[in-house]
C-alpha cells in the first residue's frame, strides 16, 4: 500500500465525516442530495459483499466498516432524524438513468461472471456516476453551502489520488485494473468543472452570512 493510497483513503474518510458533521450540527440537510447518497450506501454495500470472507489486513477491515456505518448513518439522517428539512424538490434526478445502464454494463464488462464478482464490477460503476444527483441538485438551484463544497472538493481528492496510486502501482508492481482505472478517470472528470470553482473562486460568491456559495456558470452534468 502506497501513501497515495491511504491519503485517498483519508480525504474520502474526510469527506463524509464533514458532511456528517454538518448535517448533525446544523440539524439539517438542505443542499444534500439523498439520492447521491443512497447510491454510495449502495456502493459501499456491493463492494464489501467480502468483508466477512476475505481478510486483507485490519486496516482494510477497518475501513470498510467505517465507510458502511458513515453511508447508512447519513441515508438514515437525511431520510429519517432530519427528513422535515430534506429538499425533495430539487433533488429531482431520475436514478434509473444511471441504475439501468450500470447494471447491464456491469453483466457485459467484468472480469468474471460471478455474483460477487459482478456486484463489485457494479459498485465500481456506480461509484463513477454516483455523484451527479449532487451536482445536478447544485446546478439546479444555483447555490450549495460552503461545507457542501468543502465535501464534494475532497470527494474529489480522493478520485485524483486513487489515479496516482493505480500509476504508481503500475510502476512497481506492474499492477493495472482497467475497470477501475476507467471508471476512476470518469468520475475524476466529472469534478473538474467544480475543482476550478473551488480553487479559483473566479466565478463564485460567497456569502458570509448564509454560508453558502452562488455560482454563476453551474455545473455541466
Not at 439520492?35 to 485490519?58: C, E, G, H, M, P
Not at 458502511?68 to 431520510?79: E, F, G, N, R
Request: hydrophobic letters at 45%; aromatic letters at 18%; one cysteine or more.
Amino acid at each position: 500500500m502506497n501513501v497515495f493510497r491511504i491519503l485517498g483513503d483519508l480525504s474520502h474518510l474526510l469527506a463524509m465525516i464533514l458532511l456528517l458533521g454538518k448535517i448533525w450540527r446544523s440539524k439539517c440537510c438542505t443542499g444534500i442530495s439523498g439520492k447521491s447518497q443512497i447510491l454510495f450506501a449502495l456502493v459501499f454495500t456491493t463492494r464489501y459483499l467480502d468483508l466477512f470472507t476475505n481478510f486483507i489486513s485490519i486496516y482494510n477491515t477497518v475501513m470498510k466498516v467505517v465507510f458502511l456505518l458513515c453511508a447508512y448513518v447519513t441515508v438514515y439522517m437525511i431520510y429519517g432524524k432530519f427528513r422535515k428539512t430534506f429538499d425533495s424538490e430539487n433533488d429531482t434526478f431520475r436514478l434509473e438513468f444511471l441504475l439501468v445502464p450500470v447494471i447491464g454494463l456491469s453483466f457485459l464488462e467484468n472480469y468474471s461472471f460471478t455474483p460477487l464478482e459482478i456486484l463489485w464490477t457494479f459498485s465500481i460503476y456506480l461509484e463513477s456516476v454516483a455523484i451527479l444527483p449532487q451536482l445536478f441538485m447544485i446546478s439546479k438551484t444555483g447555490e450549495a453551502e460552503t461545507i457542501t463544497t468543502h465535501y464534494l472538493f475532497f470527494l474529489g481528492l480522493y478520485r485524483a489520488l486513487y489515479l496516482a496510486n493505480w500509476i504508481r502501482r503500475y510502476q512497481t508492481e506492474n499492477f493495472y485494473d482497467q475497470i477501475a482505472v476507467v471508471s476512476g478517470v470518469v468520475q475524476t472528470i466529472f469534478y473538474c468543472d467544480f475543482f476550478y470553482l473551488y480553487v479559483t473562486k473566479g466565478r463564485c460568491r460567497e456569502n458570509s452570512v448564509a454560508g453558502t456559495v452562488s455560482v454563476t456558470n453551474p455545473f455541466n452534468v
